[in-house]
């Protein structure tokens, strides 16, 4: 049977990870809005590194945010080894038992969505809801489909597509995570505190205990010049290469990762009733973001000298703010 889009929908997670855990939380029946795994799983810390086709990267701890912010809302994540010999029995029993599972996949055999098809492969996060009887097909939750616009699903996929998916190996500096099925446990509703295992710490104390993390972790505070410097050396290779790191660079910075998380911490910076000196420094984070994606753009298309010199220049300012930023939510 031919993979095939069963119902689409117009929202979208803002990641593919967190947004499958959410999702499964509200199939258990406690749903948990991603906005809450970011802020109580330090989702608004960035770290850069180097993606599957070895282009530079500007991505939250995806991993370390999902699995901390699910365990800080009171629920705990079980991973459990892919068994290849049996993947149809195995998703079989974990998806009667827990309601679906989580898993990262390669995206070269999601043939459901064209753009999976006609687009360079990389790793990305559903949701197994149900097999079939027969074994032949699995039912997927896709919360985020990057389309030209994009869109979520829920899609019909064979069993052989998806052992080819989660079997077909690919990594990058910030995700290794293939190779497990994971699975959600409620352990009830959570109490305040100040972020013991197992309970939820008030908004303020997470965001504070976020920014600490990024004035002591080295890979958070010196992450956009890390960026900056791994963009550099692509934008000052070979013509093609440059022109496609400056359009990951739009897509980090304005599609997937930059622009949607500050978008997503506005909600919780007034949540938390932070100060309009925060929220002013906030706003020229994400309109300096936003500004990048344009930039890029330029780049591609022209490969400017003076384009690449305006893009180091919004780095430079966007390592000041952000910088500022988080020392402003430090001290509340």
């Not at 290794?176 to 710490?201: H, K, N, R």
Request: hydrophobic share 40%; with cysteine.
């Amino acid at each position: 049977m031919k993979s095939h889009v069963v119902e689409r929908f117009d929202d979208t997670a803002v990641n593919c990870l967190t947004g499958s855990y959410a999702r499964l939380a509200r199939k258990r029946g406690r749903p948990v809005d991603e906005q809450s795994v970011f802020e109580h799983g330090n989702g608004y810390l960035f770290q850069a590194g180097l993606d599957e086709a070895g282009y530079p990267e500007y991505v939250f701890p995806v991993d370390e945010t999902a699995i901390e912010g699910m365990r800080n809302c009171g629920f705990t994540v079980d991973r459990v080894p892919i068994d290849p010999a049996d993947i149809a029995g195995q998703l079989a029993f974990l998806t009667e038992a827990y309601a679906g599972v989580v898993v990262w996949v390669n995206t070269a055999h999601l043939s459901y969505a064209d753009v999976y098809r006609d687009n360079v492969p990389y790793l990305h996060a559903v949701v197994v809801e149900a097999v079939a009887e027969d074994r032949a097909t699995v039912d997927v939750l896709d919360c985020l489909v990057v389309d030209l616009k994009p869109f979520s699903c829920r899609a019909r996929l064979s069993v052989t597509d998806l052992e080819r998916a989660v079997g077909d190996r690919i990594r990058s500096e910030a995700h290794d995570g293939m190779g497990y099925f994971c699975a959600i446990t409620d352990e009830g509703p959570p109490s305040a505190s100040s972020g013991a295992a197992g309970t939820v710490p008030d908004l303020g104390s997470a965001l504070v205990r976020q920014a600490g993390r990024f004035a002591a972790e080295k890979r958070f505070h010196s992450a956009i010049r890390r960026y900056q410097r791994l963009c550099e050396e692509c934008f000052t290779d070979t013509p093609d290469r440059a022109a496609h790191a400056a359009r990951r660079l739009f897509h980090h910075s304005t599609v997937l990762y930059a622009a949607p998380a500050l978008t997503l911490m506005e909600r919780s910076l007034r949540a938390a009733g932070a100060p309009e000196s925060t929220l002013h420094l906030h706003e020229a984070a994400l309109r300096d973001w936003q500004a990048m994606g344009v930039l890029a753009l330029r780049f591609e298309a022209t490969a400017a000298p003076s384009v690449l010199k305006r893009i180091n220049d919004r780095f430079a300012a966007l390592d000041q703010t952000t910088t500022t930023l988080w020392e402003s939510i430090a001290a509340w």
